[in-house]
């Protein structure tokens, strides 16, 4: 099991800059990939930002150049942060982590979502 505990969430004004953690604690070191995903008022959940336990990134174009997405290991547990620059009223959303991984039964968990609101 891998407990996922997120912080950072907050409201910003237009081109304001806030950052997400997101902790990983537990069965952390079968961890294969870290993301970020988004979701807004009537809209799907989307990715936003993913780091694999090689640190090889990928991000949506909607934030490509604006987020950064990186992550740190210490004191038994990976810590996930997602540094949100630039800040538009479009990324207003509730911001979810979520791991996965396994290495003979694949897993994947999902953190309590933090709301991010960018106001014009």
């Known amino acids: 099991q891998v407990q996922l505990v997120e912080s950072g969430g907050g409201l910003v004004q237009t081109g304001g800059s806030l950052r997400l953690s997101c902790a990983a604690s537990?069965?952390?070191?079968?961890?294969?990939?870290m993301g970020w995903y988004r979701q807004a008022p009537g809209k799907q959940r989307e990715l936003v930002a993913a780091?694999?336990?090689?640190?090889?990134?990928?991000?949506a174009d909607s934030v490509n150049g604006r987020f950064t997405i990186s992550r740190d290991n210490a004191n038994a547990k990976i810590t996930v942060y997602l540094q949100m620059n630039s800040l538009k009223p479009e990324d207003t959303a509730v911001y979810y982590c979520?791991?996965?991984?396994?290495?003979?039964?694949?897993?994947?968990?999902w953190g309590q979502g933090t709301q991010v609101t960018v106001s014009s």
């Open positions: 780091i694999t336990s090689g640190d090889r990134t990928n991000y």
């Open positions: 537990g069965s952390i070191r079968s961890i294969a990939v």
């Open positions: 979520k791991v996965d991984g396994g290495t003979i039964v694949p897993f994947h968990y």
